[in-house]
């Protein structure tokens, strides 16, 4: 009988070059020129479930970008496992600072990975992670050894807000029910160190623009003697911290729910090297919110973000200009309890309110979701736990983490279910970055890792 590890080994060098082929097909869901793209690789993770055995694979159309889906049901009284996914990518952008181009994979060892990594846009965020679930399937079927129900969801708009996936689920609650969702698009603390992310940041994400006099005007004529929208809102953002790196909006922390001394203490036992971290990002020292460690600033705190900020003349050369408009994009990084509604809101309540008369502040609201917490003593927490402790020899560490998967609060409001975040990514995978990679240990460790949940997690629904 073919154990899942011999398998990894056995069939390693497919399984990487066909995550190869999916990575060189730019399906960049934020440019409406990439549409065909989107398409082509949402037929190419249909076909990959089709000849993995799924019995029922389908494109399901939506407003926007299709939904794969997929299903293998073998019995009504076991447990299914819905299996969450997206295969969207971000813009390359700035193409400039990549070694390698970001849609022609190449492998190259580094320190952290000398088993070699996969340099490619969506190569971590979601494609490697995603396609771990088709080749664990895969070995499940083919060695007759799946021991649950299975239905994979895999959407093309998680880039931009997933819309369309909020449509989709809201009208297939039926087709989609399942006792777990599964997803693998978040990271882990080193490949020595399995985590399980148990909490998630909710986000409201804004885009503001200024307006002053009604053209681009001469800096000399016009200068000092009409307001220069880029000027203000420079010293309004400024204004949106204090001295302490405290967030100024009034009521922005009225909702916080504050983490407890014992879970800040559970998340200080994870180990962590500043110097190593600093070293990483190549800077002098850290930067945030005052009376928080850096773990818990990027993880329990709520945070306000500039992501882009543009206005009057930016190419070669001098344009002495006063420009009329000045924009900026801003996120909000959430914690439990902080609607992100309600978030957005009292931002352009105050951003408006901080604006002088001299200029016109408009407010654009783009998207946003929910943060999400799952409990440890879950049987899916429990299973995931004993599958990492069997492939990496150690168990695994709880862990919250700063970024934003809207889509689990959706999941648990309309499915009822509760998510575990397996993911196999490090934060030293470069996403949404310049030169993102995926190791190929984490890309084939999680092959391995993945049935095994699948396991623990069918025996503890029949114990129940």
Aim: proline fraction near 6%; aromatic fraction near 10%.
């Amino acid at each position: 009988m073919t154990t899942i590890k011999s398998y990894v080994q056995d069939n390693k060098d497919r399984f990487i070059n066909e995550l190869i082929e999916l990575l060189k097909i730019p399906s960049v869901s934020a440019d409406p020129k990439y549409k065909d793209d989107l398409l082509k690789t949402a037929e190419a993770i249909k076909d990959s479930l089709k000849d993995a055995g799924c019995k029922k694979v389908e494109l399901c159309e939506t407003p926007g970008n299709p939904i794969v889906y997929g299903e293998h049901i073998i019995d009504n009284d076991l447990p299914t496992i819905l299996v969450y996914g997206h295969y969207d990518v971000q813009p390359a952008d700035p193409l400039e600072l990549w070694d390698s181009p970001p849609y022609k994979p190449v492998i190259k060892k580094t320190e952290i990975h000398p088993e070699g990594a996969i340099f490619a846009r969506g190569s971590s965020d979601d494609k490697g992670q995603l396609y771990m679930h088709v080749k664990a399937f895969e070995y499940m079927i083919k060695e007759k050894k799946l021991p649950c129900n299975v239905k994979f969801m895999i959407e093309g708009e998680e880039e931009v807000g997933s819309s369309s996936l909020n449509w989709f689920v809201k009208r297939n609650q039926q087709k989609l029910s399942n006792d777990v969702i599964l997803i693998s698009d978040t990271g882990m603390i080193s490949n020595k160190q399995p985590s399980i992310t148990t909490g998630l940041r909710g986000l409201s994400y804004v885009e503001v623009e200024v307006t002053g006099p009604n053209r681009d005007l001469h800096s000399g004529l016009y200068g000092g003697a009409v307001a220069n929208p880029i000027n203000i809102l420079t010293k309004m953002i400024a204004s949106l911290h204090d001295e302490n790196n405290h967030i100024t909006i009034p009521d922005f922390y009225n909702k916080v729910l504050e983490a407890s001394t014992e879970e800040r203490a559970e998340m200080a036992k994870a180990p962590f090297s500043l110097d190593t971290y600093k070293k990483a990002l190549n800077i002098d020292d850290v930067y945030g919110e005052k009376g928080f460690t850096t773990n818990e600033r990027n993880s329990i705190r709520p945070t306000l973000d500039v992501n882009g900020i543009w206005g009057g003349y930016t190419g070669e050369g001098a344009k002495t200009v006063i420009p009329s408009k000045a924009f900026a994009k801003i996120s909000m990084r959430l914690v439990p309890d902080q609607n992100p509604d309600e978030i957005t809101e009292l931002f352009s309540k105050h951003f408006k309110s901080i604006a002088p008369k001299a200029v016109k502040v408009k407010v654009t609201a783009h998207h946003g979701g929910d943060a999400y917490v799952t409990p440890i003593d879950s049987i899916g927490y429990l299973a995931a736990n004993k599958a990492y402790t069997e492939t990496f020899g150690v168990e695994a560490i709880p862990q919250r983490s700063g970024g934003s998967i809207p889509i689990v609060a959706l999941f648990e409001k309309e499915l009822k279910s509760k998510t575990i975040l397996m993911g196999f990514g490090l934060n030293s995978d470069a996403i949404h970055s310049p030169n993102e990679h995926y190791g190929i240990f984490n890309f084939l460790k999680g092959i391995e890792t993945i049935p095994l949940f699948y396991n623990y997690y069918t025996e503890m629904f029949k114990n129940q």
